[in-house]
Nanobody, 124 residues
Framework: QVQLMEAGGGTVRPGGSLTLSCVVS????????MAWFRQPPGKEREGVAT???????IYADSVKGRFSVSRDSDKNIFYLEMRSLKPEDATVYSC??????????????????WGEGAQVTVSS
């Protein structure tokens, strides 16, 4: 059973930085696609970024140039580094795995395994 656990959430000021970690069990972050999503209150879950096994990365337009994804294959951890954070970035972030074919890379329908999420607050 795949297990995903996010860590690193917290509160930062606008313009600040924060890195989220996704500790993964029973699934290789090196050999599979991993993704980060977020879900603002009252809105649908939206894709933030994906990291593919060959190293390719896909980002939502809203985070391009500010967010980056990476992995530690030895520790089996998937990261989301967030810079220049804005108030509109504040929400719960979740990592996802287990991609299914037939859906866009940043579609939540593509992934079947999810972590419980980490809260990111951006406030002065």
């Amino acid at each position: 059973q795949v297990q995903l656990m996010e860590a690193g959430g917290g509160t930062v000021r606008p313009g600040g930085s924060l890195t989220l970690s996704c500790v993964v069990s029973n699934y290789s972050v090196r050999s599979n696609v991993m993704a980060w999503f977020r879900q603002p209150p009252g809105k649908e879950r939206e894709g933030v970024a994906t990291l593919h096994e060959i190293g390719a990365q896909i980002y939502a337009d809203s985070v391009k140039g500010r967010f980056s994804v990476s992995r530690d294959s030895d520790k089996n951890i998937f990261y989301l580094e967030m810079r220049s954070l804005k108030p509109e970035d504040a929400t719960v972030y979740s990592c996802a795995a287990g991609p299914r074919p037939g859906f866009a890379h940043l579609s939540p329908l593509r992934y079947k395994d999810w972590g419980e999420g980490a809260q990111v607050t951006v406030s002065s």
